[in-house]
Protein backbone atom coordinates (compact mmCIF):
# COMPACT_ATOMS: atom_id res chain seq x y z
CA UNK A 1 0.00 0.00 0.00
CA UNK A 2 1.03 3.92 -0.83
CA UNK A 3 1.79 5.20 2.61
CA UNK A 4 0.82 8.56 1.34
CA UNK A 5 -2.25 7.26 -0.16
CA UNK A 6 -3.06 5.59 3.49
CA UNK A 7 -3.11 8.83 5.03
CA UNK A 8 -5.81 10.79 3.17
CA UNK A 9 -7.91 12.32 5.01
CA UNK A 10 -11.34 10.47 2.87
CA UNK A 11 -10.21 7.01 3.44
CA UNK A 12 -12.62 5.04 5.48
CA UNK A 13 -14.88 7.89 4.81
CA UNK A 14 -18.71 6.52 3.47
CA UNK A 15 -20.23 7.63 0.33
CA UNK A 16 -23.77 7.01 -1.55
CA UNK A 17 -24.24 6.12 -5.02
CA UNK A 18 -27.76 7.15 -5.91
CA UNK A 19 -29.06 8.50 -9.15
CA UNK A 20 -32.05 10.87 -10.09
CA UNK A 21 -33.65 9.61 -13.16
CA UNK A 22 -29.98 7.54 -14.39
CA UNK A 23 -28.81 11.33 -13.17
CA UNK A 24 -25.21 9.13 -11.94
CA UNK A 25 -25.29 11.14 -8.34
CA UNK A 26 -22.40 10.54 -5.15
CA UNK A 27 -23.00 12.19 -1.83
CA UNK A 28 -20.20 12.37 0.78
CA UNK A 29 -21.30 13.96 3.89
CA UNK A 30 -18.23 15.61 5.66
CA UNK A 31 -20.09 17.29 8.12
CA UNK A 32 -18.77 17.78 11.42
CA UNK A 33 -15.19 17.23 9.85
CA UNK A 34 -12.38 19.77 8.85
CA UNK A 35 -12.20 17.46 6.06
CA UNK A 36 -12.13 19.60 2.24
CA UNK A 37 -12.97 17.84 -1.22
CA UNK A 38 -10.38 19.26 -3.57
CA UNK A 39 -10.68 18.89 -7.48
CA UNK A 40 -8.32 15.99 -7.82
CA UNK A 41 -9.99 14.27 -5.30
CA UNK A 42 -13.25 14.48 -6.68
CA UNK A 43 -11.53 13.06 -9.85
CA UNK A 44 -9.92 10.24 -8.23
CA UNK A 45 -13.22 9.29 -6.59
CA UNK A 46 -14.62 9.25 -10.34
CA UNK A 47 -12.72 7.21 -11.82
CA UNK A 48 -12.79 4.47 -8.91
CA UNK A 49 -15.00 1.32 -10.02
CA UNK A 50 -18.30 1.76 -9.33
CA UNK A 51 -18.05 5.47 -8.69
CA UNK A 52 -18.46 7.31 -11.77
CA UNK A 53 -20.92 10.13 -11.13
CA UNK A 54 -22.11 13.43 -12.95
CA UNK A 55 -22.28 14.94 -10.01
CA UNK A 56 -20.19 14.68 -6.51
CA UNK A 57 -22.63 16.60 -3.67
CA UNK A 58 -20.27 17.04 -0.81
CA UNK A 59 -22.06 17.89 2.24
CA UNK A 60 -20.12 20.37 4.72
CA UNK A 61 -21.82 22.07 8.16
CA UNK A 62 -23.85 24.81 7.03
CA UNK A 63 -23.22 28.36 7.96
CA UNK A 64 -26.93 29.26 9.18
CA UNK A 65 -29.73 27.31 9.84
CA UNK A 66 -29.62 24.83 6.57
CA UNK A 67 -29.31 21.34 7.69
CA UNK A 68 -25.75 21.41 5.24
CA UNK A 69 -23.79 23.17 2.88
CA UNK A 70 -23.88 21.63 -0.36
CA UNK A 71 -20.26 21.73 -2.93
CA UNK A 72 -21.31 20.02 -6.28
CA UNK A 73 -18.34 18.96 -8.73
CA UNK A 74 -18.59 17.46 -11.73
CA UNK A 75 -16.61 14.21 -13.38
CA UNK A 76 -14.02 16.89 -14.50
CA UNK A 77 -13.60 18.02 -11.01
CA UNK A 78 -15.16 21.78 -11.73
CA UNK A 79 -17.52 22.81 -9.85
CA UNK A 80 -21.46 23.58 -10.51
CA UNK A 81 -23.49 25.57 -8.19
CA UNK A 82 -26.50 23.71 -8.41
CA UNK A 83 -27.90 20.16 -9.12
CA UNK A 84 -31.89 19.24 -8.90
CA UNK A 85 -31.48 15.92 -9.15
CA UNK A 86 -28.44 15.54 -6.95
CA UNK A 87 -30.11 18.08 -4.30
CA UNK A 88 -33.42 15.59 -4.35
CA UNK A 89 -30.46 12.11 -3.75
CA UNK A 90 -29.16 14.34 -0.76
CA UNK A 91 -32.88 15.29 0.82
CA UNK A 92 -33.29 11.43 0.81
CA UNK A 93 -29.95 10.68 2.22
CA UNK A 94 -30.83 13.28 4.94
CA UNK A 95 -34.36 12.42 5.69
CA UNK A 96 -34.06 9.14 4.96
CA UNK A 97 -34.06 7.92 9.24
CA UNK A 98 -35.99 11.39 10.05
CA UNK A 99 -39.21 12.07 10.76
CA UNK A 100 -38.97 15.61 9.26
CA UNK A 101 -40.22 15.95 5.73
CA UNK A 102 -38.71 19.12 5.11
CA UNK A 103 -34.96 20.81 4.94
CA UNK A 104 -33.13 23.28 3.66
CA UNK A 105 -29.58 23.14 2.04
CA UNK A 106 -27.47 25.98 1.21
CA UNK A 107 -25.55 25.78 -2.45
CA UNK A 108 -23.26 27.83 -4.25
CA UNK A 109 -26.80 28.72 -5.94
CA UNK A 110 -28.62 29.51 -3.31
CA UNK A 111 -30.82 28.45 -0.33
CA UNK A 112 -32.87 24.93 -1.68
CA UNK A 113 -36.17 24.04 0.22
CA UNK A 114 -36.42 20.00 -0.37
CA UNK A 115 -39.41 17.73 0.95
CA UNK A 116 -40.39 14.46 0.95
CA UNK A 117 -43.55 13.65 -1.04
CA UNK A 118 -42.85 9.77 -1.02
CA UNK A 119 -40.49 7.33 0.56
CA UNK A 120 -38.25 8.25 -2.88
CA UNK A 121 -40.33 11.08 -4.72
CA UNK A 122 -39.14 14.60 -3.66
CA UNK A 123 -39.87 18.50 -4.66
CA UNK A 124 -36.98 21.01 -4.57
CA UNK A 125 -37.86 24.65 -4.33
CA UNK A 126 -35.00 25.57 -6.92
CA UNK A 127 -36.19 29.24 -6.51
CA UNK A 128 -36.37 31.96 -8.99
CA UNK A 129 -35.18 32.13 -12.57
CA UNK A 130 -32.12 34.23 -13.50
CA UNK A 131 -33.48 36.30 -16.60
CA UNK A 132 -30.94 39.21 -16.45
CA UNK A 133 -28.31 38.86 -19.12
CA UNK A 134 -25.51 39.93 -17.15
CA UNK A 135 -26.41 37.67 -14.65
CA UNK A 136 -26.76 34.20 -15.97
CA UNK A 137 -24.22 35.22 -16.92
CA UNK A 138 -23.84 36.22 -20.82
CA UNK A 139 -20.99 38.25 -23.21
CA UNK A 140 -22.05 41.22 -24.49
CA UNK A 141 -24.93 43.79 -23.51
CA UNK A 142 -28.59 44.23 -22.85
CA UNK A 143 -29.91 40.95 -24.91
CA UNK A 144 -33.74 39.79 -24.55
CA UNK A 145 -32.80 36.41 -22.86
CA UNK A 146 -35.98 35.31 -24.07
CA UNK A 147 -34.26 34.53 -27.73
CA UNK A 148 -30.94 35.11 -28.19
CA UNK A 149 -28.69 34.98 -31.68
CA UNK A 150 -25.70 32.21 -31.53
CA UNK A 151 -23.58 34.28 -32.64
CA UNK A 152 -20.82 33.16 -34.53
CA UNK A 153 -23.14 30.43 -35.30
CA UNK A 154 -22.03 26.76 -34.79
CA UNK A 155 -23.32 24.34 -37.86
CA UNK A 156 -26.12 21.93 -37.05
CA UNK A 157 -27.13 23.70 -34.00
CA UNK A 158 -30.61 26.19 -34.46
CA UNK A 159 -29.75 29.48 -35.26
CA UNK A 160 -31.45 30.75 -31.98
CA UNK A 161 -31.90 30.11 -27.96
CA UNK A 162 -33.55 31.14 -24.61
CA UNK A 163 -30.46 31.72 -21.83
CA UNK A 164 -31.85 31.29 -18.32
CA UNK A 165 -29.59 30.96 -14.58
CA UNK A 166 -30.94 28.43 -12.24
CA UNK A 167 -28.34 28.46 -10.18
CA UNK A 168 -26.23 27.34 -13.12
CA UNK A 169 -26.31 28.91 -16.94
CA UNK A 170 -28.47 27.26 -19.20
CA UNK A 171 -29.19 27.73 -23.43
CA UNK A 172 -32.38 26.31 -24.59
CA UNK A 173 -32.69 25.34 -27.84
CA UNK A 174 -36.29 24.83 -29.21
CA UNK A 175 -36.10 22.39 -32.04
CA UNK A 176 -38.51 19.74 -34.13
CA UNK A 177 -36.53 16.59 -33.35
CA UNK A 178 -35.01 16.45 -30.31
CA UNK A 179 -33.70 13.16 -31.28
CA UNK A 180 -32.07 14.14 -34.62
CA UNK A 181 -29.95 16.08 -32.49
CA UNK A 182 -25.92 15.23 -32.90
CA UNK A 183 -25.57 15.77 -28.98
CA UNK A 184 -21.90 14.44 -29.09
CA UNK A 185 -20.79 17.01 -32.06
CA UNK A 186 -23.47 20.11 -30.98
CA UNK A 187 -22.94 19.54 -27.37
CA UNK A 188 -19.13 20.75 -26.15
CA UNK A 189 -18.92 23.21 -28.83
CA UNK A 190 -21.97 25.43 -27.62
CA UNK A 191 -21.04 24.81 -23.63
CA UNK A 192 -17.79 26.30 -24.90
CA UNK A 193 -19.32 29.08 -26.76
CA UNK A 194 -17.82 32.92 -26.23
CA UNK A 195 -21.74 33.70 -25.71
CA UNK A 196 -21.09 32.21 -22.78
CA UNK A 197 -18.45 33.17 -20.48
CA UNK A 198 -18.86 30.72 -17.54
CA UNK A 199 -19.66 27.99 -19.99
CA UNK A 200 -23.05 26.51 -20.37
CA UNK A 201 -25.43 23.60 -19.95
CA UNK A 202 -26.93 23.49 -23.64
CA UNK A 203 -30.41 21.79 -23.75
CA UNK A 204 -32.41 20.77 -27.27
CA UNK A 205 -36.02 21.02 -26.29
CA UNK A 206 -39.09 19.27 -28.58
CA UNK A 207 -42.70 20.63 -27.65
CA UNK A 208 -45.07 17.26 -27.41
CA UNK A 209 -47.36 19.72 -26.31
CA UNK A 210 -48.64 23.11 -24.03
CA UNK A 211 -47.93 20.15 -21.40
CA UNK A 212 -45.24 18.01 -22.29
CA UNK A 213 -41.43 18.34 -23.12
CA UNK A 214 -39.15 15.99 -24.35
CA UNK A 215 -35.65 17.24 -23.29
CA UNK A 216 -32.11 16.62 -23.98
CA UNK A 217 -29.07 18.13 -22.20
CA UNK A 218 -25.82 18.25 -22.43
CA UNK A 219 -24.01 19.48 -19.14
CA UNK A 220 -20.99 21.56 -18.59
CA UNK A 221 -18.44 19.52 -17.23
CA UNK A 222 -20.27 16.44 -16.97
CA UNK A 223 -21.24 15.64 -21.03
CA UNK A 224 -24.43 13.98 -22.23
CA UNK A 225 -26.66 13.04 -19.12
CA UNK A 226 -29.41 11.14 -18.71
CA UNK A 227 -31.05 13.63 -16.85
CA UNK A 228 -30.54 17.22 -15.54
CA UNK A 229 -33.34 18.96 -13.27
CA UNK A 230 -31.91 22.77 -13.47
CA UNK A 231 -32.23 21.80 -17.50
CA UNK A 232 -35.55 20.83 -17.13
CA UNK A 233 -36.29 23.47 -14.93
CA UNK A 234 -35.01 26.32 -17.43
CA UNK A 235 -36.53 24.77 -20.20
CA UNK A 236 -39.80 24.90 -18.77
CA UNK A 237 -39.12 28.60 -18.02
CA UNK A 238 -38.18 29.27 -21.31
CA UNK A 239 -41.20 27.74 -22.51
CA UNK A 240 -43.56 29.93 -20.71
CA UNK A 241 -41.35 32.77 -21.72
CA UNK A 242 -42.05 32.63 -25.38
CA UNK A 243 -45.90 31.27 -24.76
CA UNK A 244 -45.10 27.74 -25.82
CA UNK A 245 -46.47 26.52 -22.56
CA UNK A 246 -48.27 26.96 -19.23
CA UNK A 247 -46.29 27.44 -16.35
CA UNK A 248 -46.30 23.85 -15.30
CA UNK A 249 -45.35 20.84 -17.37
CA UNK A 250 -44.01 17.52 -17.54
CA UNK A 251 -40.30 17.44 -18.93
CA UNK A 252 -39.35 13.60 -20.24
CA UNK A 253 -35.73 12.81 -20.02
CA UNK A 254 -33.53 9.98 -21.29
CA UNK A 255 -33.87 8.83 -17.67
CA UNK A 256 -38.03 10.02 -17.11
CA UNK A 257 -40.13 12.24 -16.32
CA UNK A 258 -40.00 15.48 -14.07
CA UNK A 259 -42.91 17.84 -13.04
CA UNK A 260 -41.50 20.97 -12.77
CA UNK A 261 -44.02 24.15 -11.69
CA UNK A 262 -42.71 27.90 -12.35
CA UNK A 263 -45.22 29.17 -9.51
CA UNK A 264 -46.82 32.47 -9.94
CA UNK A 265 -47.21 33.56 -6.09
CA UNK A 266 -43.49 33.98 -5.93
CA UNK A 267 -41.70 32.87 -8.97
CA UNK A 268 -39.96 29.69 -7.77
CA UNK A 269 -39.66 27.00 -9.91
CA UNK A 270 -41.05 23.76 -7.68
CA UNK A 271 -38.93 20.57 -9.14
CA UNK A 272 -40.31 17.25 -8.68
CA UNK A 273 -39.09 13.92 -9.10
CA UNK A 274 -37.81 10.03 -8.03
CA UNK A 275 -34.25 8.96 -6.33
CA UNK A 276 -33.23 6.26 -6.55
CA UNK A 277 -30.43 4.47 -3.86
CA UNK A 278 -27.81 1.77 -4.67
CA UNK A 279 -25.37 1.29 -2.69
CA UNK A 280 -23.35 2.52 -0.09
CA UNK A 281 -19.48 2.19 0.65
CA UNK A 282 -16.23 3.15 2.28
CA UNK A 283 -13.47 4.95 0.00
CA UNK A 284 -10.16 2.84 0.06
CA UNK A 285 -6.56 4.56 -0.61
CA UNK A 286 -6.23 2.95 -3.53
CA UNK A 287 -8.80 5.61 -5.08
CA UNK A 288 -6.21 8.15 -4.42
CA UNK A 289 -2.65 7.17 -5.70
CA UNK A 290 -3.32 9.52 -8.44
CA UNK A 291 -4.74 12.35 -6.83
CA UNK A 292 -1.49 12.13 -4.54
CA UNK A 293 0.99 11.86 -7.13
Known amino acids: MNEPNSRHPLVGRQILRMNGLGNEILVLDLRDTAIRVAAADARAIGRAHGLHFDQLMVLYDASGDAAASMKIFNIDGSLAQSCGNGTRCVGWALLRNAPARTLKLESDGGLLDVTRDGDLSFTVDMGAPVLQWERIPLAGEGADTREIVLTP?????????????????????????????????LGPKIEHHPLFPERVNASFAQML???????????RGAGATRACGTAACATAVAAARLGFAAREVAVTLPGGDLRIVW???????????????????????????????
Open 153 to 185: PVSGAPETFSAVGMGNPHAVFFVADAAAIDLAA
Open 209 to 219: SREKILLRVWE
Open 263 to 293: RDSDDHVLMTGPVEFEFERALTSDIFARADA
